[in-house]
């Protein structure tokens, strides 16, 4: 299948390219920056997805992965948002298309981190099922992942920080974050394994939202 990932550079969307590509399929990168990934069935464009009127002339796109976003930058709605709606109004509705799949966040749920993070990440939700209602006449997919901790050098202010990990630790009752090579096979999951399943924003964060409650009783008491 042909496969278009956005922010395919680095971090989860490398990840995702490499997961497909591994599996045989053909993959189409757009990201700010050069590419990272020499293969003979991968192109890239280095591309800036606020610019829709420069997009390339693409056809038969069969999988969408909106994953180029950044986070507590200066404007986080234009580059997590409205890139994620122009990138698949322009690609994502035709016959072919079999499924598109976004990158939201837990803080689209918890309501936690940067104010305009979470808006335009709680915004990539709601579009997301907007997109799901309209593919569905096509027998196509939308959905979502809503990840917590990823292991990945945009976390490294973090994961490099001792006190920060202890505390985030303590509040994760999975004591761990995710690896890319996971992150990568949930998308491939949700992507190609997954036919019914649409219109679903998936929480994994290892139990911090779900699970991190606090039940104090004192020890041997019934």
Known sequence: MKVLITGSSSGIGEAVAKEFLGKGHEVIGFDKNPASLEDPHYTHYQIDLKEKGKFPLLEGIDIIVNNAGEQNGDDDIDNNLKTAINVTEKYAFHKGIKSVLFNASASATSG???????????????????????????????????????????????????????EIMKVTPLKKWMSLDEVAAWVYFLTVTNRSMSGEDILIDNGEYRLNSTFVWPENKK
């Open 112 to 166: 936690f981190e940067f104010p305009q993070y979470v808006a335009s990440k709680a915004g990539i939700v709601g579009y997301m099922r907007n997109v799901a209602v309209r593919l569905a006449k096509f027998g196509a997919t939308a959905n979502s992942l809503s990840l917590g901790g990823v292991i990945t050098s945009s976390n490294s202010i973090v994961m490099d920080d001792p006190k920060a990990w202890d």
